[in-house]
């Protein structure tokens, strides 16, 4: 484990929304995996190329990344050892040998310079303190002309999940939770902006910027009930149920169950994420 500045997210990644994620770790798969083929795709990774997966989590990206990397190897960065032993377990119990898994903070962690061919993340860039000084580090770990793709939330409103979990305001104290607002700190809509996404990366040092939004429907649970307790049980939803009393979670999980009913169908309940798929390409030297 390697030194930590990003020490806020480091708490709550290994705390209880790390270990959620991590026991959880199919669950999430299943809201996510649409993702995976077009982030991967993006990232244009060859039989013997070495990634870079940050904020990788459980691990399920940098596992796909190996399967297509066969020759070369893959290797995930993470805050969460909860989520890394995880993905120590699954990259074992599914045969993935070419992978290997880290703990540290990316933003400051002494990446291999010139060592990967791509870096990717779905979800993972977005929770750190100095995003600058983030990327300016993937930089210096990308070959000459190597890749970035990245996966991150677009506008809040654009995602039916938080639609469906802000329709609790009533209930529970939301807050500014949900609403729209400019680029700040840490925290999975803090890159919603496509400028603010540009400004950031040609602040690291890549060019050929470019961000298309992808959307999916994600599996979020068998019914509406069972989404409901999942939504609830994440580290969102976990937080605001900590703040009322007992009878108030069980208004507010009845009240979301009823939200999702119109969301079930073919025996699941299914809701829509829009992201930004971001690619850009390592040029000149990174701002030291």
């Not at 299943?30 to 982030?39: E, K, M, S, T, Y």
């Not at 993470?78 to 890394?84: F, R």
């Amino acid at each position: 484990m390697g030194h930590f500045t990003n020490t806020a997210q480091a708490e709550a990644w290994n705390g209880y929304e790390g270990a959620q994620w991590a026991r959880s770790q199919e669950r999430w798969d299943a809201v996510n995996d649409g993702f995976n083929q077009p982030l991967l795709n993006a990232a244009a990774i060859s039989e013997t190329d070495t990634v870079l997966d940050i904020g990788c989590g459980a691990g399920r990206t940098t596992r796909l990344a190996a399967r297509r990397a066969g020759l070369g190897r893959a290797l995930g960065l993470d805050l969460s050892a909860p989520m890394l032993d995880k993905a120590r377990e699954s990259a074992l119990h599914e045969g993935v040998e070419n992978v290997s898994f880290v703990q540290g903070d990316a933003q400051v962690h002494p990446l291999e310079a010139e060592g990967f061919d791509a870096v990717i993340s779905r979800y993972g860039m977005t929770f750190f303190t100095d995003p600058v000084a983030a990327f300016a580090n993937f930089h210096r770990a990308l070959r000459p002309g190597g890749r970035l793709a990245f996966i991150c939330a677009a506008e809040a409103e654009a995602n039916e999940w938080l639609e469906a979990l802000t329709s609790l305001r009533d209930i529970l104290p939301l807050g500014g939770f949900g609403k729209p607002g400019g680029p700040g700190g840490p925290g999975m809509f803090s890159l919603t902006d496509p400028d603010h996404i540009r400004g950031l990366l040609t602040a690291g040092g890549f060019t050929d910027v470019d961000t298309h939004r992808v959307e999916v429907q994600g599996k979020w649970g068998a019914d509406a009930a069972d989404a409901a307790a999942f939504l609830l049980d994440s580290g969102p939803g976990r937080h605001l149920l900590d703040q009322v009393t007992p009878p108030e979670q069980d208004e507010a999980g009845q009240a979301l169950t009823a939200a999702l009913k119109r969301h079930e169908a073919n025996g699941a309940v299914w809701l829509r994420s829009s992201s930004w798929l971001v690619t850009a390409v390592r040029g000149g030297a990174a701002p030291r």
